[in-house]
């Protein structure tokens, strides 16, 4: 098995069947499961990792846990009040998960993966972080690392997501953690999300040269 993926894993039906695409598409999988400090675990993700390692066995190399607290912090709270202000939408959502992908960058470096994938979907467009222009944004952070970004089920309907994992044997229920963030704000347009993203990006490099700097220095 010489390609690794790295998959950004919450444990819900979308992040799971991703990891069965990139998985029989070849590649070994590192699973990252990410605590912002926003979530009320239920560790049911173990479960879902349980369910995947039967299935899949060596082919997933490892679930990672981390606390990504601070980076979100930096990323998205702190400017939160001049964010809302300024773009009349909350976008906590999408700098939560820019926090998720900054930090893959870094571990990817650390692990020598050239290939992230998470589990987007067009059908949860009402979700900015899921938005194709946010993912083109996402693209292009990855490919400036030299890394390439991938979203298997992206045009994939939940029902067939749905059966997609219980035709390989697994649960159909969603196990990921819950968000305090989820269903609290309103949708956003394309042009809030790009302008977002664009101002936040010079933050996101100066985070990520500071991780690999120390990823390097341990």
């Not at 998985?23 to 699973?31: H, K, P, T, V």
């Not at 702190?78 to 300024?86: A, F, G, N, P, R």
């Not at 347009?189 to 991780?211: A, F, H, M, P, T």
Request: hydrophobic share 35%; glycine share 8%; charged share 30%.
């Amino acid at each position: 098995m010489d390609k690794t993926c790295g998959i950004l894993f919450s444990g819900g039906l979308d992040s799971s069947l991703a990891v069965c695409e990139i998985i029989e598409n070849g590649y070994g999988a590192y699973l990252f499961h990410y605590d912002t400090g926003a979530l009320i675990s239920n560790n049911l993700v173990d479960i879902r990792y349980k369910e995947l390692k039967e299935v899949y066995g060596n082919k997933i190399l490892d679930m990672c846990h981390y606390k990504i607290g601070g980076m979100f912090r930096k990323l998205a709270l702190v400017s939160m009040e001049e964010d809302i202000k300024k773009y009349n939408v909350s976008l906590i959502c999408v700098g939560c998960k820019l926090a998720m992908h900054v930090q893959s960058i870094i571990f990817c470096n650390k692990f020598e993966i050239t290939t992230m994938a998470d589990g987007s979907t067009k059908r949860q467009q009402r979700y900015g972080e899921q938005r194709g222009i946010a993912l083109d944004f996402i693209k292009g952070l990855y490919g400036e690392y030299g890394i390439s970004y991938k979203n298997p089920v992206y045009e994939m309907e939940k029902k067939e997501i749905k059966y997609g994992l219980f035709d390989r044997g697994m649960a159909i229920q969603p196990l990921e953690d819950t968000c305090l963030f989820s269903n609290t704000f309103s949708i956003a347009e394309d042009e809030v999300i790009k302008q977002y993203l664009d101002e936040k990006k010079s933050l996101c490099k100066e985070l990520i040269e500071r991780g690999l700097s120390y990823e390097k220095n341990r």
